[in-house]
């Protein structure tokens, strides 16, 4: 084959992005794990590209083959003031191992290193494709975090944990509290993020915050609500025991749903008041970053959807 030829994917090829993103991902998972990630339409996953180019218009690349023109490989990033994201990243499966995805994770290390920020991603524990992808290209873990499921009761979940009450919706006006804590907690700014959760403009968000009767922002969780992706995060909180208020509000705006959310692994007791409501584990995964430090304190709740921090 010639030269693997990369552009910027329009809104023309979204159809085509929604396609190659759920027949990857389902493919790998299938063949890897006797699991499909995408139990929707092909077409519904077009939410990838619906909100990352709402969130950031053209910053996504496509590999096209060189002969046929097909879309064999595509991948989203996130530039933030702090730092980059990496999104999701796929290739088709008939070009696995051709360096689809090296072609574009160079493009996108470049665009990094020309702006001096470091590029951050969450890459399964568990694909070593992946991990041997983004390890050869400088990045390193340093964290790890289990991604947990669990079917919400249609009632909700009759359990309670202490603080549940000093839960509330959060707003716009809640803010400028967010994106300090997340900066405080964990070093990273994406106000514009937070602006579009509450903005909720699709209504498939929702966000929760955590209140001290002093009226401290300590703890804030989003989740979405649509057929390619129904995830609990991002969010940050100050402890543990936050954390468990946070993640009972939001779990049980899915009742009937199985929604899925990722805690670090190190949170034994928020974890084990996980399984306590009847929670498991379906797979691990490393916070990784090329060229910087990262780290964070208290909780964090990284997701997939958007995936920019
Ligand atoms: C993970 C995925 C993106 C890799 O795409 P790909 O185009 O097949 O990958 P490439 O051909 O560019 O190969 C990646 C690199 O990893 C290397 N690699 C793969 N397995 C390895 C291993 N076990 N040890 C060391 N290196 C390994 C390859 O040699 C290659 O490096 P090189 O080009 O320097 O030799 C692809 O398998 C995929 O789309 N999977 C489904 C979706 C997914 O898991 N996405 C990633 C998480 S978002």
Redesign the pocket.
């Known amino acids: 084959m010639s030269e693997l030829q990369i552009r910027t994917m329009t809104r023309e090829d979204w159809p085509d992005v929604a396609e190659l993103i759920h027949v990857?991902?389902n493919?790998?998972?299938e063949a890897n794990r006797n699991m499909r990630i995408f139990r929707c339409r092909p077409d519904q996953v077009a939410l990838f590209c619906r909100v990352y180019e709402d969130l950031d218009p053209g910053c996504c690349l496509v590999v096209e083959h060189p002969e046929t023109g097909r879309i064999i490989?595509s991948c989203f990033y996130h530039p933030r003031e702090t730092h980059i994201s990496l999104?999701?990243?796929?290739?088709?499966?008939s070009?696995?191992?051709?360096?689809?995805?090296?072609?574009l994770?160079e493009e996108i290390c470049q665009i990094a290193d020309e702006r001096q920020l470091p590029l951050r991603?969450f890459?399964?524990a568990m694909?070593?494709?992946?991990y041997?992808?983004y390890?050869?290209a400088g990045f390193s873990p340093y964290a790890s975090f289990q991604d947990m499921f669990l079917d919400v009761p249609a009632e909700g979940l009759a359990v309670s944990v202490p603080g549940v009450n000093h839960v509330r919706d959060a707003t716009l006006d809640d803010l400028v509290e967010i994106v300090k804590l997340e900066a405080k907690l964990a070093g990273i700014n994406r106000e514009k993020d937070w602006r579009y959760f509450l903005g909720n403009s699709e209504g498939i968000w929702h966000v929760s915050a955590y209140e001290t009767p002093d009226n401290e922002l300590s703890g804030v969780i989003a989740s979405i609500a649509d057929p390619a992706s129904r995830m609990i995060g991002p969010g940050v909180a100050r402890d543990e025991d936050i954390a468990a208020a946070l993640l009972l509000s939001e779990l049980n705006q899915h009742a009937g749903e199985t929604p899925v959310w990722l805690i670090p692994t190190e949170c034994q007791s928020l974890a084990q008041t996980l399984y306590s409501w009847g929670a498991r584990n379906c797979e691990l995964h490393f916070g990784q970053v090329r060229g910087g430090r990262a780290g964070f304190q208290g909780v964090l709740f990284p997701t997939?959807m958007p995936e920019t921090a």
Request: proline residues 3%; glycine residues 12%.
């Open positions: 990857s991902t493919y790998w998972y490989g999104g999701i990243m796929n290739a088709h499966p070009y696995f191992g051709i360096g689809v995805a090296r072609k994770l991603l890459s399964s694909n070593l494709d992946s041997s992808l390890n050869r997939f």
